[in-house]
């Protein structure tokens, strides 16, 4: 089936989602008066009204908006990870409850990735089409995006939860993804519901604490899970004899802003044109064409990596340039400076890069600014090739520690 024809089946599967959705919200709301405030609010504001208190034992609830195989990778793995490791130190069965739609592949890809550590685990899903998930007065649960944070805050304000059961695991400043308008306020809303915040990485946490006035305990910040044992094993690799940049470049990912970088490397390309050695330029991350960024300079794209290629490749470099819209750093520029190399990355409001680390260059987000960095990181062939323990220490606590913390704190 040709790409345009699975999209426009997927849209179309969305909208049947979505009016029944609201269907089920409309009769919520007719036969509970505290539900109809939130009645149109967002797509997804009563979506867990059909979870009835029936259960005797009590559980760890983790809440996905979507739970399907092909979106179990990066910050939708740590979260399933995150909850299998509450279940395991709570001695509780983990119930995995999907506010969208599954297939037997997805539930298959969620028992894998939880294996053995959490006791055991049901996989639920509370849709238009489902109308009973049991749960348990004492359940501890898990918020892990701000729809699902939303939802559970609903609750709690009609007084059916306690916010001091609900653990809201926060990787990413989610009010950053959303244009102006409600969604954008839903989502900052949900900082302040009083729920346990476990945050990925220490600089989101200083941008929460700045930009929301909240409360962030240091012993609930993990560090990004990095790769150490290939970063070690990349680390003492040899650069190439030729300049080399990479580019990290997601022209489907906005946060990624590709425009910024490709001009940005445009000016870095310039100010290069004259140097001894000619640089080399490519992109890694997804396919795009070709750009001549100067008379001697191509950025040539060698698309997605796979994960054991991705780490042999940045080794190569001498300089990355991975630009990130929102406050949580990514995992790129940590990569290249942790195996001893430079990085060059965009800085966010409050200023939470720039100070990571001397061999990490966050700049205004301008190509001047930006090119600048990258062209001076490429002339200083500061390239230390070993891994840096004490910067990925840095970065935030050991995770199950900070998962443990964090249950320390359930009401």
Known sequence: MMKSARRTLGNLKHKTDQERRRKKAEQTALTDPTARPFLGLNEYSLALDPIQFTSARPSVNAIFLSAKAGSMFAGSRSALIAAASMAALCGRPLRVISLDPLRANDVDAITTIVGKQA?????????????????????????????????????????????????????DYEPSFLPAGTDYFLARSTYHAGFIPLVNSLPLANHLQRAEAITVNPGAVFAPALDVTQLEKSASQPCNAAPTVFFYARPNKPRNMFNLGVSSLMVAADLLEDHDEKTQFVGVGAEFASVQLSPRHTLVSEGQLGWDAYFVRLAQGRVLLSLQATPHPSHPPLDM?????????????G?????????????EADPESLGVAVAQA??????????????????GGDFEACVAHALEQVG
Request: glycine fraction near 4%; proline fraction near 3%.
């Open 378 to 395: 490429v002339t200083s062939g500061d390239v230390v090739r070993a891994f840096d323990s004490e910067f990925v220490a840095s970065l």
């Open 337 to 349: 400076v942790a195996m001893g190399r430079q990085a060059v990355t965009n800085e966010v409001l």
């Open 351 to 363: 200023g939470t890069r720039n100070e990571l680390h001397p061999r990490l260059t966050a700049t």
């Open 119 to 171: 006791p055991s685990v049901e996989v639920s899903v509370v849709d238009a089409l489902h109308d009973v998930v049991e749960a348990c007065s004492a359940d501890t649960w898990l918020a892990t995006h701000f729809t699902t944070a939303h939802c559970l805050d609903n609750l709690c304000r009609r007084g059916v939860l306690d916010p001091e059961r609900i653990v809201y695991l926060i990787q």
